[in-house]
Structure formats: C-alpha cells, structure tokens
C-alpha cells in the first residue's frame, strides 16, 4: 500500500536495524518496498518545478497502527539500497 501525507499524517518511520529514524519522507510503500525522502537541506529539481528525491529501499516496512485508523509508524527491516 502506498501511503502518503494524506493517509497517514505524523507517523515516523525507523530503520530498525541501524535505529535511526527516518526524516523529510514524503511516501512509504509497503508492497514494493520503498521509502521516498528528500534531501536536506531541499534541492530544486532542475526544471524548477518541485523538490528532488530519493527512495530507500528496505527487505520489508510494516505499517504500526497502535489501535488507530491510521499508522502512527512504520518499522523498516533490511536496507538494501538508495537510488
């Protein structure tokens, strides 16, 4: 599932292997695997019409609901790379 500011507003996200935690994410999917981040400080893409990103990618990332209707977290497990 892709979640995005829309579907789960305030949640972090950790990297439970390093225990770091996870800042400018802007999308998380589940399914595939990635979690899309922005660079600090912000980078202009070169047209000039948004923000430049990066995906992380991870073996798995499970959504931590905590008795809400939406996530308050996610765990991350297994980096694998950035692009």
């Known amino acids: 599932m892709l979640y995005t500011h829309h579907n789960a507003a305030g949640a972090t996200v950790h990297d439970v292997d390093t225990r770091e935690r996870l800042s400018r994410v802007m999308e998380i999917d589940t ?3 990635w979690v899309k981040v922005g660079y600090s400080p912000h980078r202009i893409s070169p047209d000039g019409k948004g923000v430049l990103t990066r995906r ?3 073996r798995s990332i499970y ?3 905590a ?3 939406v996530p308050v977290m996610f765990h991350c497990y297994g980096r694998r790379d950035a692009d």
């Open 31 to 33: 399914k595939n695997g």
């Open 67 to 69: 008795g809400q209707g």
């Open 56 to 58: 992380i990618r991870f």
């Open 63 to 65: 959504p931590i609901f």
